[in-house]
């Protein structure tokens, strides 16, 4: 049983760089949700998608992120012209789809912009 | 909106001391209820859930039952042990606006002495 596969594990980057973060979901899990932690705080959601629909944004989710899933499998998250705020884990989880199903998560990618 | 309210840590125990970590929610509808635990260097696991008034959820010998009348989920163990030190992490669902994303509480870190 593979879970949630996310890399790279590990980013360093300058400020004003692009960067892009892949998650591979559970196989046929349909739901993929992206979130952000900070230190000493609970994960924040950004966004989610029903097979390759994007069907919901977070208000945290600025006009420098975007995230794709184009067929519906694995998802990327890229992030424009990084700021230090952006400095973060960013979360890959994926769920079979139905209410109350449990969301596995993934080991997160730690992105640092210096 | 909705919003998870646990205790700050750090949280320092003995070994084989009784453990509780309190959870209080806020939320629209009939939300499930979560504890995930991270361990260093790993990602959010799932410890277990309750998706209905009075249920109770157990794994690993931690409990939870979900309390509509106080809008509680608190985590207790009988005994804990130095393996279980890590973050514990309250989160609701409620499937607002048709997604079924986590809110989080900010963690708890417990550390268990031996």
């Known amino acids: 049983d593979t879970g949630v596969s996310q890399n790279p594990r590990h980013k360093i980057t300058k400020r004003g760089q692009n960067v892009t973060f892949r998650c591979d979901p559970i196989s046929e899990h349909n739901r993929l949700y992206w979130y952000r932690q900070t230190l000493g705080q609970g994960p924040e959601f950004l966004t989610y998608?029903?097979?390759?629909?994007?069907?919901?944004k977070s208000r945290l989710l600025s006009d420098r992120f975007s995230a794709e899933r184009p067929k519906g499998s694995f998802s990327t998250l890229e992030i424009q012209r990084t700021e230090q705020g952006d400095s973060a884990m960013y979360l890959c989880?994926?769920?079979?789809?139905?209410?109350?199903?449990?969301?596995?998560f993934g080991e997160g990618s730690w992105l640092t912009v210096v | 909106g909705d919003s998870v309210t646990q205790m700050e840590g750090p949280v320092t125990l003995s070994e084989e001391a009784f453990l509780t970590i309190n959870c209080t929610y806020t939320?629209?509808?009939?939300?499930?209820l979560f504890w995930y635990v991270q361990y260093p260097g790993e990602g959010l696991q799932l410890l277990l859930k309750a998706t209905k008034a009075d249920d109770k959820g157990s794994n690993k010998g931690f409990e939870a039952t979900y309390r509509k009348e106080t809008t509680s989920f608190h985590l207790e163990k009988g005994s804990v042990q130095v393996s279980d030190s890590a973050v514990y992490f309250c989160?609701?669902?409620?499937?607002?606006?048709?997604?079924?994303?986590?809110?989080f509480g900010k963690g708890t870190h417990l550390i268990i002495q031996p």
């Open positions: 939320a629209t509808g009939y939300p499930s």
């Open positions: 989160a609701l669902s409620d499937g607002a606006g048709g997604a079924d994303g986590l809110t």
């Open positions: 998608f029903q097979n390759e629909a994007q069907l919901e």
């Open positions: 989880a994926s769920s079979p789809g139905s209410f109350g199903n449990t969301i596995y």
